[in-house]
């Protein structure tokens, strides 16, 4: 059964950093592009990184350009978001996702397989 499963959220000072993991299991981790995507309390869910298939291009939002790196690891079927320089904005419920292709895309309604999301608290 395919699953994804975030871990690493916590609580953070403004300007701290944070790493997010998110471990893939029951599919061919390395076909597929991942990304990050977040809600806010009482907002919708926003697109916030991805990277493709095999590692080699990453994209970003524009609010985490600059402070949050996306990274992959597919021999242990891992995706990781170091997120720097946290700002409490951040504050979210952070989920990857799976996409149905090698390439990243912003709609989330195209991506099929979805974590149950780490909790990211941004305060002083």
């Known amino acids: 059964q395919a699953q994804l499963v975030e871990s690493g959220g916590g609580l953070a000072q403004p300007g701290e950093s944070l790493r997010l993991s998110c471990a893939a299991s029951?599919?061919?981790?390395?076909?597929?592009?991942m990304s990050w995507a977040r809600q806010a309390p009482g907002k919708g869910l926003e697109w916030v990184s991805g990277?493709?298939?095999?590692?080699?291009?990453?994209y970003y939002a524009d609010s985490v350009k600059g402070r949050f790196t996306v990274s992959r690891d597919n021999a242990k079927n891992t995706v990781n978001l170091q997120m720097n320089s946290l700002k409490p904005e951040a504050t979210a419920l952070y989920y990857c996702?799976?996409?149905?292709?090698?390439?990243?895309?912003?709609?989330?309604?195209?991506?099929?397989?979805w974590g149950q999301g780490t909790q990211v608290t941004v305060s002083s």
């Open positions: 996702a799976k996409a149905q292709g090698t390439i990243v895309v912003h709609t989330l309604d195209d991506y099929d397989l």
């Open positions: 029951g599919f061919t981790f390395s076909n597929y592009a």
């Open positions: 990277i493709v298939s095999d590692g080699s291009d990453t």
